[in-house]
């Protein structure tokens, strides 16, 4: 049994990094999902507004039977102006159960953090854990080591009690 288990997990994980053009990202999917968190919190705007940078995954597919994973593309702004496309892949162990859209918003408090994020091979442990959107989140939302996670969900349900991590992409865009 635990080895079917861990056998669906892994083809879980696989069709999540490797999901169809879906879930593609374009700048009016990230600007729909930043909106959605402004309605969200207001407080949002002066985040969007006051960090150095941010990433934008309007879009990230989740699941896990046992064995768990995410997947989501999203675009990459330097004090306001479009530079670049990163992608999230998530990986998960423990009791967990379902599957769950989600959009993701990583701000980078100064252009030390933002240029980590740059680097390739930057990655969240378990230890870095996202803010949940919600009414009045911003207030107390603050950056740890110069970056600031929030979530907000779009549908789905799942059962978690997992620890795992991030990892992330990023290509700069060429001048326009």
């Known amino acids: ?20 053009p ?11 999902a930043r909106e ?10 002066g985040w969007f507004r006051d960090a150095y940078a ?15 994973g995410a997947h989501g593309k999203g675009l990459v ?9 990163s992608s999230l892949i998530q990986v998960t162990v423990g009791f967990q159960f379902g599957g769950q859209a ?10 030390i953090a933002f240029d980590h994020f740059t680097q ?13 959107l919600s009414a009045g989140v911003s207030a107390d939302l603050a950056y740890s080591g110069g970056v600031a996670v929030v979530t907000a969900t779009k549908g789905g349900l799942m059962y978690e009690a997992s620890i795992g991590g991030q990892k992330f992409t990023y290509t700069k865009i060429e001048e326009r």
């Open 22 to 32: 879906a879930f593609a990202q374009s700048e009016a999917d990230v600007q729909a």
């Open 54 to 68: 941010y990433a934008v995954f309007p879009n990230v597919g989740k699941g896990g039977f046992g064995i768990g």
């Open 102 to 111: 989600f959009s993701e918003v990583i701000f980078f408090k100064n252009k």
């Open 77 to 85: 702004y330097e004090q306001g102006k479009l530079v670049g496309k």
């Open 1 to 20: 049994m635990n080895r079917m288990i861990r056998v669906l997990g892994l083809a879980l994980i696989f069709s999540l990094i490797t999901l169809p």
């Open 36 to 45: 959605r968190f402004e309605e969200g919190d207001p407080g949002m705007q």
């Open 120 to 132: 390739e091979n930057f990655e969240f442990g378990a230890q870095v854990s996202a803010v949940a």
